[in-house]
């Protein structure tokens, strides 16, 4: 099994918080592509991109912000990056502390229009990030210690 060697980064930073603070995409070019860059130089394989609201999302777009990223977008860099030898994990933040991305669905935890959603934003992500192997839904906080058997 490859090594993964990478980092996290953030298209929109409408994460946690009771209000989406973040009203467009405000997102540096020159900053992403200086990331890229570094990841290639020192050997990096992996970036984790936090995509929530910073995408354009067909099957929801009362959830993208403006500007977000287009599907033709991702797609671009999927491309450009798996040509650098770089892989792109699309990550999707479900954890109730932050989901404020989601907008009104981030308060119909546990109802099925909830889990309708976040299926449909994991099948949208999985097509638009050309199918990557893997798909972060968050939880990345928690920790052995978070685990009763």
């Given at each position: 099994?490859?090594?993964?060697?990478?980092?996290?980064?953030?298209?929109?930073?409408?994460?946690?918080?009771?209000?989406?603070?973040?009203?467009?995409?405000?997102?540096?070019?020159?900053?992403?592509?200086?990331?890229?860059?570094?990841?290639?130089?020192?050997?990096?394989?992996?970036?984790?991109?936090?995509?929530?609201?910073?995408?354009?999302?067909e099957s929801h777009p009362e959830?993208?912000?403006?500007?977000?990223?287009?599907?033709?977008?991702?797609?671009?860099?999927?491309?450009?990056?798996?040509?650098?030898?770089?892989?792109?994990?699309?990550?999707?933040?479900?954890?109730?502390?932050?989901?404020?991305?989601?907008?009104?669905?981030?308060?119909?935890?546990?109802?099925?229009?909830?889990y309708k959603v976040c299926?449909?934003?994991?099948?949208?992500?999985?097509?638009?990030?050309?199918?990557?192997?893997?798909?972060?839904?968050?939880?990345?906080?928690?920790?052995?210690?978070?685990?009763?058997?």
């Amino acid at each position: 099994m490859e090594r993964k060697w990478g980092i996290l980064t953030h298209l929109s930073f409408n994460i946690a918080g009771d209000l989406k603070k973040q009203t467009e995409l405000i997102f540096d070019e020159a900053v992403w592509n200086r990331i890229v860059d570094k990841c290639e130089e020192n050997g990096l394989n992996t970036i984790v991109l936090d995509v929530n609201d910073g995408v354009q999302w067909e099957s929801h777009p009362e959830i993208s912000l403006p500007g977000a990223w287009s599907k033709e977008k991702v797609r671009s860099e999927v491309l450009r990056l798996r040509e650098k030898g770089i892989e792109i994990i699309p990550k999707l933040n479900f954890s109730t502390t932050h989901d404020v991305w989601m907008g009104e669905y981030g308060r119909m935890v546990s109802t099925s229009i909830y889990y309708k959603v976040c299926r449909d934003l994991i099948l949208e992500v999985y097509d638009m990030f050309l199918q990557p192997e893997y798909i972060h839904i968050g939880m990345d906080e928690e920790n052995w210690k978070h685990f009763n058997d």
